[in-house]
């Protein structure tokens, strides 16, 4: 398939690429392309302007700033993955960043050109929920901070406006919690049938909090609050009852693979399997 015809440009400063964004509706900014160009090749987008966002510099970054954490939107998945900032202060995106596609995407995909897309099956708005984090948006207007649970708004669409860029990605800092993404990948395209993303602190043998996102049920991303509620001072024995409230409140997807009642199953089971996970990473922390 090849796409239809576009304009195509590449600025250097991140200012001329809001300029570039702002000034026609039909301009889309590119990142990785591994969203965008297939869905350019099957027209189901047609951009009349591509605005590469690949040769502005400073984009792409992993720092901590006090106690949060600031990613830059062109840091790639792989990038996420392999860093030590990360897998020592705040392991779940790391976590979720490792179960995206294979090698050649993780090079390629960038944490911005994720979340813009908010494909209801990607992996990174679970964590993204789980974390409380902060999406950083950005146009000739300036600058807006936009909450992680009011940035997805439904299937493939954001809070973002059309002339936005996402700059900035913001996490806190979990350690001592425990964290863990488990993920049950469709066979064929490697994407999140369900994952389920769990923060969990610990306080003596009880749960003090649990945070849960979930991703692949829902045409968006949720947290799976009632299961958050049912936990919180409980001990970990309360987690195989409360999981049975995973998909409460929610109108599962289905397809020819996944029926919605098989979505809502598996939703509770890997709710189970991440918060087993998270739980006892908490626990020996605080040993
Ligand atoms: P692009 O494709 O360049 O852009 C995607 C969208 O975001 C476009 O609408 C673009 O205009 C917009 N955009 C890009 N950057 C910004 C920005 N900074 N601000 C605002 N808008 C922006 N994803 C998963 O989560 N899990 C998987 O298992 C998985 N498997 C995959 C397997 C294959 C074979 C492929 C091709 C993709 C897979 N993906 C998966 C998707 C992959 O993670 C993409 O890289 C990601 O969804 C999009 O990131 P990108 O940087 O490539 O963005």
New binding site residues.
């Given amino acids: 398939m090849i796409a239809a015809n576009f304009e195509y440009e590449s600025p250097s400063e991140l200012q001329e690429a809001l300029a570039l964004i702002s000034s026609r509706p039909e301009a ?11 869905a350019m090749k099957l027209r189901l ?1 047609s951009p009349g302007l591509l605005v590469d ?1 690949g040769r502005i510099r400073g984009l792409d970054y992993i720092r901590q700033v006090g106690e949060r954490i600031h990613i830059g ?2 840091t790639t ?1 792989a990038e996420i993955a392999g860093s030590s900032l990360l897998r020592a202060a705040s392991p779940l995106l790391l976590q979720a960043a490792s ?4 090698v050649q ?1 993780r090079n ?3 944490i ?3 979340l ?2 908010a ?1 209801p ?4 708005p679970a964590a993204i929920l789980a974390l409380d984090a902060e999406i950083v948006a950005m146009s000739t207007r300036g600058e807006r901070q936009i909450r992680a649970r009011d940035f997805f708004t439904g299937l493939f669409t954001t809070a ?1 406006q059309p002339d ?4 900035e990605v913001r996490i806190p800092v979990t350690t001592p919690a425990g964290t863990s993404y488990k993920k049950f ?1 469709h066979p064929a ?4 049938v369900v994952g389920v993303a769990a923060v969990v602190r610990t306080k003596g043998s009880n749960i003090e909090s649990a945070a849960i996102g979930v991703t692949g049920v829902a045409p968006s991303a949720y947290r799976a609050v009632a299961v958050e509620q049912a936990l919180k001072g409980q001990p970990a024995s309360a987690i195989s009852n409360a999981v049975e409230h995973a998909a409460d409140g929610i109108e599962a997807m289905g397809d020819y693979f996944a029926s919605a009642e098989y979505r809502s199953h598996l939703a509770k089971v890997f709710t189970r399997r991440a918060l087993e996970e998270a739980e006892a990473a908490s626990r020996s922390r605080r040993k």
């Fill in positions: 889309k900014p590119l990142a990785g392309g591994h969203s965008l160009l297939p987008a966002l939107a062109m998945h179960e995206i596609g294979d995407v390629r995909g960038t911005g050109g994720s813009a897309h494909d099956a990607a992996d990174y973002l936005e860029l996402i700059t990948a395209s490697g994407f999140a």
